[in-house]
């Protein structure tokens, strides 16, 4: 009789493996999954066999290489205000039909502060080229939103996720030095590189996850295998690959009944103008946070500068986290002239469509839709 395979996110071999695998293989490897394994000091087929039970059951979510689209799309967060009878619809339709829409995020706030009536988050990417304020222009008028607000990145200070890895850190936990802070200008890629990047960004099925994941990518491509992995390293060169990460589904409970997390909130900060890089790299060089932007809000949102997001799954942690970011900025001489938090609910996670190609398919398609509406 065969033992089950463990599949649960805090069984200890699999949060050895998850630690590493979430957000710690950077760039591109043409064996992504010997770097887990020797990161995480376990036998190869081990880490295989984990992931791949653990994809399959859904609590990993998806394996995938990800791209710093910020530098291959036009990318903003995006903020939503529509009839609370519309949400519902709205949130569906961006999470089902809107292949350019990333993060999709219902969000609350404690009390009634500014810009707490856009209850709908998102995170929207067109190619270089295409109007972010035309596409959700597009998306207004077939959800019914009211207003929506642009806001996006002038810099990155964290961006990963390792929930595993932060779900026992202190707050004020963080690093030595400030965060540095990535930009987002554009890159321009040939036709080849173009396809390589897409065979590469597509999620591993659980039959490729096996020591060499990319050969038939390769092939399906059209390139030899050497071709192929030439083409990769480029386009990791070109700072347009991020990391190669295994996904968990950390906001629904597994079988079991286990989350990874139960409360994410959306930190906001106001600082003065001129101190977003200074600001921006204190509050990235926190271990909790898994993003962390210079945006601006604009008065909708109190002016703010400076966001990022903490998970948790106890919201007491999560404010814990917060107050602790707040000390520290003070003690940093840093004034902050207003801050918020907006809490996640219901939400969806899913990699933004950034073909040119898929952009211009879907919206011939939705034309038809608008006129009839």
Known sequence: MSVP????????VNARILAVS??????FHKQPFHVIAREAELPLDMVLTRIRAMLEAGVIRRVRQTLLSTRLAHGALVAWRLP?????RAFDFMAQNDPFSGHVVLRSTDSAISGSDYR??????????????????VLANLVGAEEFLLMPARGVFTLGVGHVRRKNLEPGARSNQPARMTTTAAVSLSDEEWQVLLAIKDELLPEEIRPDPWTDRARTAGLS?????????TLDQKSV??????FLEHVKPSKAGKRVTRFNGLFHWAVPPGRELEAGGEVGRHHCMTHAYWREGGPRFGNVNIMGVVHGTEKDKVLAHKTAIDTHLAQAGIPVRYTAVFWG???????????????RDWHA???NRQRNQ
């Open 365 to 367: 398609r939705h034309q």
């Open 241 to 246: 690959l991020g990391r190669f990460s295994t």
């Open 84 to 88: 609370e009878s519309a949400l519902t």
């Open 120 to 137: 709908l988050w998102t995170t929207v990417k067109v190619p270089h080229g295409e109007s972010l304020d035309e596409h959700c222009g």
């Open 22 to 27: 979430e957000d710690l293989v950077s760039g």
């Open 5 to 12: 395979i463990p599949i649960e996110h805090d069984e200890e």
């Open 345 to 359: 609910g219901r939400s969806e996670i899913k990699p933004s469509e950034i073909s040119p190609l898929a952009y």
């Open 225 to 233: 295998p050497s071709r192929f992995f030439d083409i990769a390293h």
